[in-house]
């Protein structure tokens, strides 16, 4: 069976088609080219997902804690015959994803710690609430075998246009305020799926790290009359040691604060707050940009280094021009073979000790040959 979609045009020119699965989850094919989807649309399960997610606040922190019992019962490396996110070969045995002619894929993920539909729990401690928000999967390739950084830069602009119309579209639900794209890469991090994917959680309220950000970037503006991004670029490119790549319209860079030993950002030379504020020519440099920060993580120790990769937006609760749109890698290798822990210091009091100056990092990442990555 072929089906044919009616494909939408997405800035940059290129194209999604929405699709229901069996079990009623969302599922959204995105391409360079027009979606094409030549078997039926499978699910793992028939079975509609019952998820019930609740929410306690924590009165020390004040921050939101989210409770997801279903999530015990998640898919953990499973053997590499059955790998639910690359394209159903057996009808007998479906994965997550259809045959077709598609580069990226999301679902809503079938384990969810949110949902917009979570029903109202009993009254419970800690002002007990329905876990509110939407977990969606974004699986990077149909590809099991490669990395993110193998993708081309087209395809890896084509993701940062997919980041930015699902928060587009989660916005439009009227019940979301914050947007997290995120990678988690390696066991070291907690991997459970190998094949290339990453994962989006939307958020009814606004977490505690973005309305730090904010209050901060607001303050900031509040005293300087500028973005905080319009100084942060022109130090950096005046002070270079700390640069890892100048693209022009974007850049890569070890932070003079890094709280991680080769933590790097990438980020647009001009200041915006939403993915979906980039124009072409500014989302294909941040993907150039992106694509060469994690090809020179992998090649810093000839392995594929662990990292958390989290996209950084403005909260969607109200207009926030100063927020400052970029991207944040945490490597979690301090070394070859030694890992990153957050132990007393980090957990504790919230506060890093780096081994390493980001000066000195930024060095390290600059000589890495361009075919250091290759193969691994």
């Not at 991997?191 to 309220?205: E, K, M, N, S, W």
């Not at 940009?289 to 020179?296: E, F, I, S």
């Amino acid at each position: 069976m072929t089906t044919e979609p009616t494909t939408e045009a997405l800035p940059g020119g290129y194209h999604s088609a929405d699709f229901t699965k069996p079990d009623g989850r969302g599922l959204t094919l995105y391409g360079l080219q027009p979606v094409r989807v030549d078997s039926e649309i499978p699910s793992p399960s028939p079975d509609p997902v019952d998820a019930r997610p609740l929410m306690r606040w924590h009165p020390v922190r004040g921050e939101w804690v989210m409770y997801a019992a279903h999530r015990m019962g998640r898919t953990f490396l499973p053997p590499p015959e059955y790998n639910p996110l690359a394209p159903t070969r057996d009808p007998e045995h479906p994965t997550e994803l259809p045959r077709g002619e598609y580069d990226i894929a999301v679902f809503d993920n079938r384990f969810p710690s949110l949902t917009l539909t979570a029903p109202d729990p009993e009254p419970g401690p800690a002002g007990t609430r329905a876990g509110v928000g939407k977990c969606e999967v974004v699986v990077f390739s149909q590809s099991a075998q490669g990395r993110l950084c193998d993708l081309t830069d087209e395809q890896i602009s084509l993701l940062l246009a997919v980041w930015a119309d699902r928060t587009t579209r989660l916005a439009e639900t009227g019940q979301i305020n914050a947007v997290l794209p995120f990678e988690n890469r390696g066991v070291e991090v907690g991997v459970t799926l190998h094949h290339p994917h990453g994962q989006i959680y939307a958020y009814d309220h606004v977490p505690p790290v973005a309305a730090r950000a904010a209050a901060q970037m607001d303050a900031y503006v509040a005293e300087h009359g500028r973005p905080w991004l319009e100084d942060f670029i022109h130090e950096e490119r005046a002070a270079e040691d700390r640069i890892i790549r100048d693209d022009g319209a974007a850049l890569s860079v070890v932070p003079p604060f890094a709280r991680y030993t080769f933590e790097t950002w990438v980020l647009p030379t001009r200041p915006v707050s939403l993915l979906s504020d980039l124009g072409d020519a500014e989302r294909l440099s941040m993907a150039r940009v992106l694509r060469d920060a994690l090809r020179r993580l992998d090649g810093l120790f000839g392995v594929r280094m662990p990292y958390l990769l989290t996209v950084h937006q403005a909260p969607l609760d109200t207009p926030r021009p100063a927020f400052p749109l970029h991207i944040e890698i945490y490597p979690y290798l301090r070394a070859p073979g030694r890992l990153k822990f957050l132990a007393g210091t980090e957990q504790g009091a919230g506060e890093f000790a780096n081994d390493k100056f980001p000066e000195v990092a930024a060095a390290e990442l600059r000589a890495v040959p361009d075919t250091a990555g290759d193969g691994l």
